[in-house]
C-alpha cells in the first residue's frame, strides 16, 4: 500500500541549520551577522519548499540470501549488518519512505552563488538540509502514532549511506516505491534529485516499544563517528 502524504509541517529550527554549517553549541562563536542572515534565509526558504512524502508499507519476507521481497517490485539486497540487525525476526512490515521538499529551494542556493552571494548560498542550502531533515522527522511522528494504534512499534527510519548500508541501494527504494512519479530520481552517483529529499526504511514490530525505538537521534544508530553532523 502507498500512501502520498503533502500535509505535513516543517519546523527549521536556527540551531540544526548552524549545525549544518558546523557550528558546535557551546563551542563555536557566532557572529551576529551570520545569525542574522541565519533567520532571513529561514524565512526565505518557507516561500521556496513543499513538503511530499511517499511511504510504502508491505509485508515483509526476506529468503535466505537476506533479500527483501516486495510485491509488484525489485528485490532489495540488504548487505549490511545494521540493517540485518534491525529487521529482525519479530519484524512483520517494513516501509519504505522517500522525502522531498522540491528543487525550488536548491535553485535559489545556485542562482544566489552565481550572483556571488555565496553567504547567503551556503546558508540557504543548510536550510534546506534542515527543512527535508525536519520533513522526514514530522514522519517517522506520524508514522509511530498510526503503529501505535495498530500495537506496533516502529524501529528508527534507517537510509542508505547510514552506517554500512552502501548509498546505490537508494536507487531500489526510489524504484520499489515508484517515487520517480512525483519527480524523486537519482542520478549516476547513486544521488537523490532533488538533492534535498531522504530514503529509508522502518521495520514494524508487534508488541510493545523498545526504548530505543522511540529515539528519532539517528547518530545513536550511525557507527560513523567522525561525521560532522553528528548531534551525540
Not at 56 to 71: A, F, H, R, Y
Not at 129 to 143: G, I, R, T, Y
Not at 185 to 203: C, E, F, Q, W, Y
Amino acid at each position: 500500500m502507498r500512501q502520498v502524504i503533502r500535509d505535513l509541517e516543517i519546523e527549521i529550527k536556527e540551531n540544526e541549520v548552524l549545525n549544518y554549517l558546523g557550528y558546535v553549541a557551546g563551542k563555536t562563536e557566532i557572529n551576529p551577522e551570520i545569525m542574522f542572515l541565519v533567520k532571513k534565509m529561514i524565512e526565505e526558504a518557507k516561500e521556496l519548499y513543499t513538503g511530499l512524502c511517499i511511504v510504502s508499507t508491505q509485508k515483509i519476507k526476506l529468503n535466505p540470501n537476506n533479500e527483501l521481497t516486495l510485491p509488484f517490485a525489485s528485490k532489495i539486497n540488504f548487505n549490511s549488518l545494521t540493517v540485518k540487525e534491525k529487521l529482525k525476526k519479530n519484524t512483520k512490515f517494513i516501509s519504505l519512505i522517500a522525502v522531498t521538499i522540491g528543487g525550488r529551494l536548491e535553485q535559489k542556493v545556485e542562482e544566489l552563488f552565481t550572483r556571488g552571494r555565496y553567504t547567503e548560498s551556503l546558508i540557504l542550502d543548510a536550510v534546506g538540509s534542515a527543512a527535508v531533515e525536519n520533513l522526514a522527522d514530522q514522519l517517522e511522528k506520524e508514522m509511530n502514532k498510526k503503529a501505535e494504534i495498530y500495537g506496533y512499534s516502529l524501529t528508527p527510519r534507517f537510509s542508505p549511506g547510514y552506517g554500512d548500508w552502501p548509498l546505490f541501494n537508494q536507487r531500489e527504494i526510489i524504484r520499489a516505491i515508484n517515487a520517480e512519479e512525483f519527480g524523486i530520481t537519482v542520478n549516476h552517483s547513486d544521488m537523490l534529485i532533488p538533492r534535498k529529499s531522504i530514503t529509508a526504511i522502518l521495520g514494524w514490530s508487534k508488541g510493545g516499544s523498545e526504548p530505543e525505538q522511540k529515539c528519532i537521534n539517528k547518530c545513536s544508530h550511525c557507527a560513523k563517528s567522525d561525521c560532522k553532523f553528528r548531534s551525540n
